[in-house]
Nanobody, 127 residues
Framework: VQLQASGGGLVQPGGSLRLSCATS????????IAWFRQAPGKEREWVSC????????YYVDSVKGRFTVSEDNAKTTVSLQMNSLKPEDTAVYYC?????????????????????WGQGTQVTVSS
């Protein structure tokens, strides 16, 4: 199984970027796919997750209404469309996949342990 994130770059506040997570060796229908990010000096933060048990997509509050996750028709790539970017979105973004197809723990908190991780892609939001 391999995951490869791409699409990062430098963008001005208010701008947009589209990240891609290319997958191989797995069926997207069988895996929960999540996005995480890590800003300098901060802990890794869960951003979003596609749940394959209930087909819901979850987002951290800080990106709701601005970020959108989708899968391509070929079911090999997951995208993270990021609009209205803010300086606080600056981070290295990672995609991850897990054979446990759910996104949340019993208490509703986001699951943080994933089987497979891609390398990160840097997103910098600055004027």
């Amino acid at each position: 199984v391999q995951l490869q994130a791409s699409g990062g770059g430098l963008v001005q506040p208010g701008g947009s970027l589209r990240l891609s997570c290319a997958t191989s060796g797995l069926r997207l229908d069988d895996y929960a796919i999540a996005w995480f990010r890590q800003a300098p000096g901060k802990e890794r933060e869960w951003v979003s997750c596609m749940d394959k048990t209930n087909l819901r997509i979850y987002y951290v509050d800080s990106v709701k209404g601005r970020f959108t996750v989708s899968e391509d028709n070929a079911k090999t790539t997951v995208s993270l469309q990021m609009n209205s970017l803010k300086p606080e979105d600056t981070a290295v973004y990672y995609c991850a996949a897990d054979s446990r197809q759910y996104c949340t723990n019993y208490d509703g908190s986001p699951k943080l342990n994933y089987d497979y991780w891609g390398q990160g892609t840097q997103v910098t939001v600055s004027s």
